[in-house]
């Protein structure tokens, strides 16, 4: 029995704001890019695809800032820092993507789940003193 891994990227523009995905799915909800990591591929290598596969960009992957494990499903959950290295736009490259853009902590779009909100501040923490491991329950959604 193999475990699923997925991760995500938080990528931010130079006034700090976070980049987030509206899906064509589910709520259509707002969320971290990202996804499940194909067969042969680390956390940092699927955070990496996904960003590109998402929003088309390439990007360094940085800092680990959490890990969370989502018992309803038996996957974990890799979240990483990212850095765009190219100076492109952001734009929706995915058909599961419908609209991406930046936005401030304090102004985040809904529908998002709190489970979006709780990854992006726990990797925009201002200290390192804090568990990077998280047993996760169900989404709520803030709409």
């Keep these: 029995m193999s475990k699923l891994i ?7 523009d130079t006034e700090g704001r976070v980049l987030l995905v509206k899906h064509s799915y589910v709520k259509n909800n707002w969320d971290l890019t990202g996804g499940k990591a194909e067969e042969n591929e680390s956390a940092q290598e699927t955070a990496k695809r996904e960003v590109f596969e998402e929003v088309g960009l390439e990007v360094v992957i940085g800092n680990l800032t959490g890990i969370y494990y989502d018992p309803d499903y038996d996957i974990h959950h890799f979240v990483f820092l990212a850095t765009s290295t190219d100076n492109r736009t952001p734009q929706p490259s995915s058909p599961e993507i419908v609209e ?3 936005f401030a902590r304090n102004e985040l779009p809904r529908p998002i789940s709190d489970f ?7 990797a925009l923490r201002n200290n390192n003193d804090y568990e990077l491991f ?10």
């Design 100 to 102: 991406c853009g930046f």
């Design 6 to 12: 997925g991760s995500a990227a938080i990528i931010l």
């Design 116 to 122: 979006t909100c709780r990854r992006i501040e726990d």
């Design 134 to 143: 998280h047993k996760v329950g169900a989404r709520q959604w803030i709409e």
